[in-house]
């Protein structure tokens, strides 16, 4: 089994809110917990690859308010 480390990112993030009732597109990856957890749902975020913008997944909301914060 790998050993997981922990890792600082070094790039800014390109996220948007989802809107609640949207329709996302098959490009958008949700993972199978939190589908589980009721995602898409108010409050998660779909982030987008800043060099292929076609590479998108939905970021939880809580994970979202942990780990991001605005650049003004």
Do not use: C, T
């Not at 009721?38 to 800043?50: E, F, H, L, T, V």
Request: glycine residues 4%; charged residues 30%; without cysteine.
């Amino acid at each position: 089994m790998n050993q997981f480390k922990q890792y600082r990112r070094k790039q800014i993030a390109e996220l948007r809110p989802y809107q609640e009732g949207e329709v996302l597109a098959d490009n958008v990856s949700i993972s199978s917990e939190d589908k589980k957890a009721g995602s898409p749902k108010a409050g998660d975020m779909i982030a987008r690859n800043p060099k292929n913008h076609n590479d998108q997944w939905l970021v939880a909301a809580q994970y979202f308010q942990d780990n991001f914060e605005a650049i003004d």
